[in-house]
């Protein structure tokens, strides 16, 4: 990793140089150090394995230059970038490189410029984790492992189970399957109207475990976000075995009752806070976009101000909350970050944007108060549409010097106007469907259409006259059902707020369970397993 | 995973200026870096005792690209870039892996074979940490340490080569003006042709890339590629109704794809202009469609070679990568239907009708071409599915040596999508194999039934055993003609029962592009190739929600 101090000085030197060029208008110059190390882990006990599969890293160093050329052929933007050069003669190569490809687009109005905020989040990193040894790197992924194998072991209900079978616990085949990453990203940016250097230091760990008990279609996770090097504990490998072995079912006199599934048709469910982070980051956060409404892909297109969804429903960006992970002080433009309250009540308060979305809604859009549903200009001065968003998340976890920044959500959270614990959301379904983990969601008919399949792959359980009945069959359910009507089908939202890890997501989001009403279900599967819950 | 996020506008690229030796990364820089990476691989066998293999890779790459947005030029630039990956396997009573990846720039050139050096030292210090730690668990987690293996890897022959790339017109020969005049054309064209269409995103890119692999054994293999790929999305609204469609358009080959198109026997593709212009139309006249209808029971669907390239991607490539058969990938891209446990698994059985073949072959002229993989295995045709059984599996050497079987022995299929992440088990080119009917009487036979044109997108069960994949265009069929044209349709089966119901099979077989695949932690989008010809069988049809 390169140094804070190190990035300001490459971003200084160059500033100073770049900006006194006699053809540049404005300039804006991005350092960025990146290291991600992740420690893969795979276990299987009816299968050769390593346990540690993979303890690796990647990491990049280098800086970018967005600049505004004067030319003969009028005003052109360009961005150009250099790797593992962070010397003035860098930042020259990234320079030629931006004149190169510079282009003239009329719908550019500047580089960002100061808005009526200020910075609030600062030093909000473990500096021990920019320091991270092998050895600590290693053994706390072996840690989390251990805490699986131990739940494993000393499993009271394994051993009943294997008993049946009269066979060993490992013949239940058992899987350990997950990552703990490690993410540092530090940044350094300056522009020509924010000409001071800022800085911004960033460091987190995710750990997303999967375990199973194979033998019957068993599946659990556990999560852990730490934003201290020193906390990392086994809880994520602990919680994901047990709630495997939570999802083998229950003994009854003697005989494995195993998971249920259903049959196809709708059902009240209750979606636990993965699916619901599913949700937000494959269809909720990508319409709350300035870039989605301005190329009219969002669902909530021309609804600013309107009820949209669920007036249960709150969805805001945490992004300078130090409390969860994805924090940030500044974003990849040099703006402060700041909490954006999306949704409110269910009503459409505002959204995610970047310098060049805001500017061009508010300057070059003629049809952008068609696409909004206000006048963005009238926004703007309610404090709406700021560009706080504009991140370069292009590497997985890091900040990419490489790259212009796009947007981007960091803790997106979704929790309910009137929260109830999770006991009176199962007290109110008669008979429906806790769904605990999903997988593969996407928008199948364009986002705008709103049209969304996922399959249900752990962590749920049939609900019988308000009680947990049963585990749900893994892989036996298949939703096919709208975002914006299962949003304004939401019954009611609990107060347990959970973070899950979103595979290849930028943000990471915060949510609750949500009841929501007639859920279109189809079962799948059912040559191997006819229904059983109903 | 197929990865839907839209990639058109992240600028990246650019390069000028050859003033000084390194200066800049060049693709020819290769020449002199092999060397490098064998003398420090060689250097560090030898210094260490308890090193069982260790490999490293380069991938230089060099290219060009532009993105235009409703006839507006939005970016463009030319860059390159120069990534290192190690891989070292070692321990003192039992083995294990360590990795480690960089960026590299310019500037690290004349310090090449030092960071050689450091990331190999890197990796093995893991590999050694690793290795310790699981040997203590062998014991101490009792009846659960059984498995915890002494890795190695099967053995492969090891080759010297140098692959050189094929093209017409060299990427780095193009001006970039060019490439933005074309991308700003077309995006300016599409606007002013239709009233509908009120979004477009045109996208092109050409590059080359440079992969080089050494190992510790002895292998040094330098291959080179071309690639040009185009990336059309059109947004077209009708009333209130809206259709999104993107698609790619791509070969290893030159810029002449661009100007000419593709005519191989197996990759066809009209120029790039006609290609957004044809994807636009279909948007426009499908914003004038009703919506596709959904059926409670399994109908007669007919889907053609576009749509299977993402049907085999997703059902048959998928679920036979070994490091799913092998539960290796449970919390990320899933496990597979195929393959229980080695007791009860589908191989040797019948998968699917014998009807169906299935395969993936790196030495196909597709987008997922290659002679060797990333860890310097001879790459080879493994066929998955033989007249409906099921007979193999895509690996890696590691995973062949878990599985243990002649009949798995390793087939090239450990690809990374840069220089700097560990490889995974990947598609190459997969395809379903040609059959022998006339596309045209697949559907003049049919009586009742739909004609599915074009994947869109896809979702799929964990184990591959259920999918739901939505199409661009979907025709009903009467008695043996099609009748109506549906917007937003899609059809949704049991992989298995899918299979078993295929009973026609066309003998009009296409390769296509496939530019997203995503797999692995940190996420890989990987390039590669998918085909098949026309084929019936049943499923449910989808369409939006009910």
């Given at each position: 990793?390169?140094?804070?101090?190190?990035?300001?000085?490459?971003?200084?030197?160059?500033?100073?140089?770049?900006?006194?060029?006699?053809?540049?208008?404005?300039?804006?110059?991005?350092?960025?150090?990146?290291?991600?190390?992740?420690?893969?882990i795979?276990?299987?006990?009816?299968?050769?394995?390593?346990?540690?599969?993979?303890?690796?890293?990647?990491?990049?160093?280098?800086?970018?230059?967005?600049?505004?050329?004067?030319?003969?052929?009028?005003?052109?933007?360009?961005?150009?970038?250099?790797?593992?050069?962070?010397?003035?003669?860098?930042?020259?190569?990234?320079?030629?490189?931006?004149?190169?490809?510079?282009?003239?687009?009329?719908?550019?109005?500047?580089?960002?410029?100061?808005?009526?905020?200020?910075?609030?989040?600062?030093?909000?990193?473990?500096?021990?984790?920019?320091?991270?040894?092998?050895?600590?790197?290693?053994?706390?992924?072996?840690?989390i492992l251990?805490g699986a194998?131990?739940e494993f072991?000393?499993?009271?209900?394994?051993?009943?189970?294997?008993?049946?079978?009269?066979?060993?616990?490992?013949?239940?085949?058992?899987i350990v399957g997950g990552?703990?990453?490690?993410?540092?990203?530090?940044?350094?940016?300056?522009?020509?109207?924010?000409?001071?250097?800022?800085?911004?230091?960033?460091?987190?760990?995710?750990v997303q475990i999967t375990a199973m008990?194979?033998?019957?279609?068993?599946k659990g996770s556990g999560y852990g976000?730490?934003?201290?090097?020193?906390?990392?504990?086994d809880k994520a490998g602990k919680e994901a075995a047990q709630n495997a072995i939570?999802a083998?079912?229950?003994?009854?006199?003697?005989?494995?009752?195993?998971?249920?599934?259903?049959?196809?048709?709708?059902?009240?469910?209750?979606?636990?806070?993965?699916?619901?982070?599913?949700?937000?980051?494959?269809?909720?956060?990508?319409?709350?976009?300035?870039?989605?409404?301005?190329?009219?892909?969002?669902?909530?297109?021309?609804?600013?101000?309107?009820?949209?969804?669920?007036?249960?429903?709150?969805?805001?960006?945490?992004?300078?909350?130090?409390?969860?992970?994805?924090?940030?002080?500044?974003?990849?433009?040099?703006?402060?970050?700041?909490?954006?309250?999306?949704?409110?009540?269910?009503?459409?308060?505002?959204?995610?944007?970047?310098?060049?979305?805001?500017?061009?809604?508010?300057?070059?859009?003629?049809?952008?108060?068609?696409?909004?549903?206000?006048?963005?200009?009238?926004?703007?001065?309610?404090?709406?549409?700021?560009?706080?968003?504009?991140?370069?998340?292009?590497?997985?976890?890091?900040?990419?010097?490489?790259?212009?920044?796009?947007?981007?959500?960091?803790?997106?959270?979704?929790?309910?106007?009137?929260?109830?614990?999770?006991?009176?959301?199962?007290?109110?379904?008669?008979?429906?469907?806790?769904?605990?983990r999903?997988?593969?969601?996407?928008?199948?008919?364009?986002?705008?259409?709103?049209?969304?399949?996922?399959?249900?792959?752990a962590d749920?359980?049939?609900?019988?006259?308000?009680?947990?009945?049963?585990?749900?069959?893994?892989?036996?359910?298949?939703?096919?059902?709208?975002?914006?009507?299962?949003?304004?089908?939401?019954?009611?939202?609990?107060?347990?707020?959970?973070?899950?890890?979103?595979?290849?997501?930028?943000?990471?989001?915060?949510?609750?369970?949500?009841?929501?009403?007639?859920?279109?279900?189809?079962?799948?599967?059912?040559?191997?397993?006819?229904?059983?819950?109903? | 995973?197929?990865?839907?996020?839209?990639?058109?506008?992240?600028?990246?690229?650019?390069?000028?200026?050859?003033?000084?030796?390194?200066?800049?990364?060049?693709?020819?820089?290769?020449?002199?870096?092999?060397?490098?990476?064998?003398?420090?691989?060689?250097?560090?066998?030898?210094?260490?005792?308890?090193?069982?293999?260790?490999?490293?890779?380069?991938?230089?790459?060099?290219?060009?690209?532009?993105?235009?947005?409703?006839?507006?030029?939005?970016?463009?630039?030319?860059?390159?870039?120069?990534?290192?990956?190690?891989?070292?396997?070692?321990?003192?009573?039992?083995?294990?892996?360590?990795?480690?990846?960089?960026?590299?720039?310019?500037?690290?050139?004349?310090?090449?074979?030092?960071?050689?050096?450091?990331?190999?030292?890197?990796?093995?210090?893991?590999?050694?940490?690793?290795?310790?730690?699981?040997?203590?668990?062998?014991?101490?987690?009792?009846?659960?340490?059984?498995?915890?293996?002494?890795?190695?890897?099967?053995?492969?022959?090891?080759?010297?080569?140098?692959?050189?790339?094929?093209?017409?017109?060299?990427?780095?020969?193009?001006?970039?003006?060019?490439?933005?005049?074309?991308?700003?054309?077309?995006?300016?064209?599409?606007?002013?042709?239709?009233?509908?269409?009120?979004?477009?995103?045109?996208?092109?890119?050409?590059?080359?890339?440079?992969?080089?692999?050494?190992?510790?054994?002895?292998?040094?293999?330098?291959?080179?590629?071309?690639?040009?790929?185009?990336?059309?999305?059109?947004?077209?609204?009708?009333?209130?109704?809206?259709?999104?469609?993107?698609?790619?358009?791509?070969?290893?080959?030159?810029?002449?794809?661009?100007?000419?198109?593709?005519?191989?026997?197996?990759?066809?593709?009209?120029?790039?202009?006609?290609?957004?212009?044809?994807?636009?139309?279909?948007?426009?006249?499908?914003?004038?469609?009703?919506?596709?209808?959904?059926?409670?029971?399994?109908?007669?669907?007919?889907?053609?070679?576009?749509?299977?390239?993402?049907?085999?991607?997703?059902?048959?490539?998928?679920?036979?990568?070994?490091?799913?058969?092998?539960?290796?990938?449970t919390a990320?891209?899933?496990?597979?239907?195929?393959?229980?446990?080695?007791?009860?698994?589908?191989?040797?059985?019948?998968?699917?009708?014998?009807?169906?073949?299935?395969?993936?072959?790196?030495?196909?002229?597709?987008?997922?071409?290659?002679?060797?993989?990333?860890?310097?295995?001879?790459?080879?045709?493994?066929?998955?599915?033989?007249?409906?059984?099921?007979?193999?599996?895509?690996?890696?050497?590691?995973?062949?040596?878990?599985?243990?079987?002649?009949?798995?022995?390793?087939?090239?299929?450990?690809?990374?999508?840069?220089?700097?992440?560990?490889?995974?088990?990947?598609?190459?080119?997969?395809?379903?194999?040609?059959?022998?009917?006339?596309?045209?009487?697949?559907?003049?036979?049919?009586?009742?039934?739909?004609?599915?044109?074009?994947?869109?997108?896809?979702?799929?069960?964990?184990?591959?055993?259920?999918?739901?994949?939505?199409?661009?265009?979907?025709?009903?069929?009467?008695?043996?003609?099609?009748?109506?044209?549906?917007?937003?349709?899609?059809?949704?089966?049991?992989?298995?029962?899918?299979?078993?119901?295929?009973?026609?099979?066309?003998?009009?077989?296409?390769?296509?592009?496939?530019?997203?695949?995503?797999?692995?932690?940190?996420?890989?989008?990987?390039?590669?190739?998918?085909?098949?010809?026309?084929?019936?069988?049943?499923?449910?049809?989808?369409?939006?929600?009910?």
């Open positions: 990793m390169r140094t804070k101090a190190k990035l300001s000085q490459a971003v200084e030197e160059a500033f100073l140089y770049l900006s006194q060029l006699p053809d540049i208008v404005e300039v804006e110059v991005f350092a960025s150090s990146n290291a991600q190390n992740v420690f893969r795979d276990y299987k006990s009816h299968i050769l394995c390593n346990g540690g599969e993979e303890a690796k890293s990647k990491e990049d160093y280098g800086i970018g230059v967005q600049a505004i050329f004067k030319t003969a052929d009028g005003i052109k933007i360009g961005f150009g970038s250099e790797s593992n050069n962070l010397s003035l003669e860098g930042a020259k190569i990234a320079l030629e490189k931006a004149r190169e490809g510079a282009v003239p687009d009329n719908e550019f109005v500047s580089l960002p410029k100061t808005i009526e905020l200020k910075r609030t989040l600062y030093d909000y990193h473990d500096p021990e984790m920019l320091e991270l040894s092998e050895k600590d790197f290693i053994a706390a992924g072996w840690k251990d194998i131990k072991l000393n499993s009271e209900t394994l051993k009943k189970l294997a008993l049946l079978k009269n066979k060993p616990v490992s013949s239940l085949g058992l990552d703990m990453t490690v993410v540092a990203e530090s940044i350094a940016v300056a522009s020509t109207s924010m000409p001071e250097i800022q800085t911004d230091e960033s460091t987190f760990v995710t008990v194979e033998k019957f279609d068993a976000s730490y934003a201290k090097l020193s906390k990392i504990d939570d083998c079912g229950v003994i009854i006199n003697g005989e494995i009752q195993k998971p249920l599934s259903i049959a196809s048709g709708t059902y009240p469910v209750i979606f636990g806070p993965q699916p619901v982070s599913e949700l937000m980051s494959n269809l909720i956060i990508p319409s709350l976009g300035a870039d989605a409404f301005w190329g009219l892909q969002s669902p909530f297109t021309g609804q600013f101000g309107k009820q949209v969804v669920s007036s249960e429903i709150n969805i805001f960006d945490d992004a300078a909350n130090p409390e969860y992970v994805g924090a940030k002080g500044i974003t990849c433009e040099g703006l402060p970050t700041k909490r954006t309250e999306l949704i409110k009540a269910g009503v459409l308060n505002d959204i995610l944007s970047n310098w060049y979305e805001t500017q061009r809604l508010l300057h070059k859009d003629p049809e952008a108060e068609k696409k909004l549903g206000k006048d963005p200009k009238e926004l703007y001065r309610q404090g709406k549409l700021f560009p706080t968003s504009g991140f370069r998340f292009n590497r997985g976890g890091g900040r990419g010097y490489d790259a212009t920044a796009g947007i981007s959500g960091t803790n997106t959270v979704f929790e309910g106007t009137n929260p109830k614990n999770i006991k009176e959301l199962v007290a109110d379904v008669p008979f429906g469907i806790y769904i605990g999903i997988w593969y969601c996407y928008p199948m008919n364009g986002l705008k259409a709103g049209d969304f399949t996922a399959t249900v792959i749920s359980f049939v609900i019988k006259d308000g009680k947990i009945m049963a585990p749900l069959k893994a892989n036996a359910v298949r939703i096919n059902d709208n975002i914006m009507r299962v949003l304004n089908s939401v019954k009611a939202v609990s107060n347990g707020k959970k973070a899950s890890i979103i595979w290849a997501a930028d943000e990471v989001p915060v949510a609750c369970d949500i009841l929501v009403s007639n859920v279109t279900l189809e079962e799948i599967g059912a040559e191997e397993a006819p229904p059983t819950g109903v | 995973m197929l990865l839907i996020k839209r990639c058109f506008l992240t600028i990246k690229h650019s390069n000028k200026g050859k003033k000084m030796a390194y200066e800049r990364v060049t693709i020819e820089l290769g020449e002199h870096l092999k060397q490098d990476l064998r003398n420090v691989l060689n250097d560090f066998k030898k210094a260490k005792n308890c090193v069982s293999h260790a490999d490293a890779r380069i991938n230089i790459s060099e290219g060009q690209y532009a993105a235009s947005q409703n006839g507006i030029l939005k970016g463009s630039g030319r860059d390159y870039s120069l990534e290192l990956h190690t891989r070292v396997i070692a321990g003192r009573k039992v083995n294990a892996s360590g990795y480690y990846g960089i960026s590299l720039g310019p500037t690290d050139i004349p310090d090449f074979a030092k960071i050689v050096k450091m990331a190999l030292e890197k990796s093995y210090g893991r590999a050694m940490a690793n290795a310790e730690h699981k040997f203590e668990r062998m014991v101490s987690w009792k009846e659960l340490g059984n498995t915890l293996w002494d890795t190695r890897l099967a053995r492969v022959p090891i080759h010297e080569k140098t692959i050189p790339a094929k093209f017409l017109i060299w990427p780095l020969d193009v001006s970039l003006d060019t490439i933005g005049k074309t991308v700003k054309k077309i995006s300016k064209e599409l606007k002013k042709n239709d009233a509908k269409l009120q979004i477009n995103d045109i996208y092109l890119a050409t590059w080359v890339e440079r992969e080089i692999f050494a190992s510790a054994e002895g292998a040094l293999i330098d291959q080179t590629f071309c690639y040009t790929q185009g990336i059309t999305y059109v947004l077209a609204v009708s009333k209130n109704v809206q259709q999104e469609h993107y698609d790619c358009f791509g070969h290893q080959r030159g810029w002449e794809i661009v100007e000419n198109g593709v005519n191989e026997e197996f990759t066809r593709f009209p120029n790039f202009r006609q290609f957004s212009f044809n994807l636009a139309h279909e948007a426009s006249t499908l914003s004038a469609c009703p919506p596709c209808p959904w059926t409670d029971k399994p109908v007669v669907v007919i889907t053609d070679p576009h749509y299977n390239t993402l049907k085999v991607h997703e059902i048959v490539g998928h679920p036979t990568e070994l490091d799913r058969i092998l539960k290796m990938e990320y891209a899933g496990r597979s239907w195929l393959f229980k446990n080695f007791e009860e698994n589908m191989l040797g059985k019948r998968v699917g009708s014998a009807l169906l073949n299935a395969y993936s072959d790196p030495t196909l002229p597709g987008y997922g071409h290659y002679q060797y993989d990333h860890e310097g295995t001879p790459a080879k045709r493994v066929w998955h599915i033989k007249n409906g059984i099921l007979l193999g599996f895509m690996n890696s050497r590691q995973t062949s040596a878990i599985f243990g079987d002649t009949a798995c022995d390793p087939n090239g299929h450990w690809k990374a999508n840069g220089g700097q992440v560990v490889p995974l088990i990947r598609m190459s080119n997969t395809v379903f194999a040609e059959g022998d009917k006339n596309p045209n009487d697949i559907i003049s036979e049919v009586e009742h039934g739909y004609y599915l044109v074009g994947h869109r997108i896809p979702s799929i069960a964990e184990s591959r055993e259920n999918f739901r994949i939505s199409a661009r265009k979907v025709y009903e069929i009467k008695n043996g003609k099609p009748v109506r044209l549906y917007r937003d349709g899609g059809m949704m089966a049991d992989t298995h029962d899918y299979f078993m119901n295929v009973d026609a099979v066309g003998n009009d077989f296409r390769l296509y592009p496939i530019f997203n695949c995503g797999k692995g932690q940190p996420m890989q989008a990987k390039r590669l190739g998918n085909g098949g010809p026309t084929m019936r069988s049943r499923a449910k049809l989808t369409g939006g929600a009910k």
